[in-house]
């Protein structure tokens, strides 16, 4: 089941069209990655679904019935453009965010303790934000984001300012989150988070969907027929020896022989490879080569330029 369901979604500024029939779909207990360059219309459908903008086609739902005021409750956002006041001391801000989101004082205080004493930065309370570190200020924040348990979180660019560690310790976080039962979008550049966390991607490329559904089906679909072939020799296959319709990608020297990297064409099997390598050469291993989610954002967002 979904936890928010955006149909059909279009919005338009003057002469600009953010979204073009926008539609996504966030299961329940998943992280969802919403994914795109820069200025294809991932802040503003996510501005939406905060309802601090409006549709002007289409439709959201969350938790079964239609997106409503309340629902802001039920809904943590942490926005790329961090929006803590400067002058504010750290404890304060985290406070009155709280209150914002309907946890009352007592409870705040317990769920701030626990997860300062987690954090690690207990000895920040009466600091004010303006005197912490990009990444300091952004673990506060963090904390205030999911202070009051959303139902759905959405996280653009969480990982921005952190350092290894720190970019761990959000991740865990995350999946600990996941794994109780909140949904999470997750919006993002850092392809390889997308496949360390995302269980579905969207692809919005100039106001359109234009790729969609779970993580690992997505890389297989784009893995061109490519497998990796690695055989033991002294020397690599002769040049004189052709395979049918197959091309050669790379070949590489490796640990007691060679690793040759083929793309098969449509329809072509791995075992008619390997039947007519075998007589050849002493095969140690094959594998496909799925792409990286990386090589597909690229591709797909310049072959739509």
């Known amino acids: 089941m979904e936890v928010l369901i955006a149909d059909g979604i279009v919005k338009r500024f003057t002469n600009h069209t953010a979204l073009d029939n926008v539609s996504i779909r966030v299961p329940r207990g998943s992280v969802?990655?919403?994914?795109?360059?820069?200025?294809a219309g991932k802040t503003t459908l996510i501005r939406i679904i905060n309802q601090i903008t409006a549709p002007d086609g289409g439709s959201v739902s969350f938790m079964g019935h239609p997106l409503c005021a309340d629902d802001i409750f039920k809904i943590g956002y942490l926005p790329e453009e961090r929006g803590l006041y400067k002058k504010m001391k750290v404890g304060e801000q985290a406070l009155y965010?709280?209150?914002?989101?309907?946890?009352?004082?007592?409870?705040?205080m317990q769920e701030l303790k626990h997860w300062f004493i987690k954090f690690g930065i207990q000895a920040w309370w009466d600091k004010k934000i303006e005197e912490l570190s990009k990444g300091m200020a952004q673990k506060v924040q963090f904390i205030t984001t999911i202070l009051h348990k959303p139902q759905l979180?959405?996280?653009?660019?969480?990982?921005?300012?952190?350092?290894?560690?720190?970019?761990?310790?959000?991740r865990d976080e995350i999946l600990?989150?996941?794994?109780?039962?909140?949904?999470i979008i997750l919006s993002t550049h850092n392809m390889e988070?997308?496949?360390?966390?995302?269980?579905?991607?969207a692809l919005i490329n100039k106001s359109k969907v234009i790729?969609?559904?779970?993580v690992n089906d997505v890389r297989r679909h784009y893995g061109n027929n490519r497998i990796e072939v690695t055989y033991r020799a002294s020397e690599p296959l002769p040049s004189s020896i052709a395979l049918p319709s197959v091309d050669v990608v790379s070949l590489n020297e490796c640990k007691?022989?060679?690793?040759?990297v083929l793309d098969l064409p449509s329809g072509a099997s791995v075992n008619s490879v390997l039947t007519f390598l075998m007589p050849k050469v002493d095969i140690v291993s094959v594998h496909?080569?799925?792409p990286r989610m990386n090589e597909i954002f690229i591709k797909l967002v310049t072959a739509k330029s």
């Open 97 to 108: 965010l709280a209150k914002l989101k309907g946890v009352p004082h007592k409870k705040a």
């Open 211 to 214: 790729l969609d559904g779970e």
């Open 256 to 260: 007691n022989g060679f690793s040759i």
């Open 193 to 201: 988070s997308v496949e360390e966390l995302c269980d579905n991607i």
């Open 288 to 290: 496909p080569l799925i």
């Open 153 to 170: 979180l959405i996280l653009d660019e969480p990982f921005s300012g952190f350092d290894p560690v720190n970019v761990q310790l959000i």
């Open 176 to 183: 600990a989150m996941k794994a109780s039962g909140c949904s």
């Open 32 to 39: 969802f990655g919403l994914l795109g360059p820069n200025g």
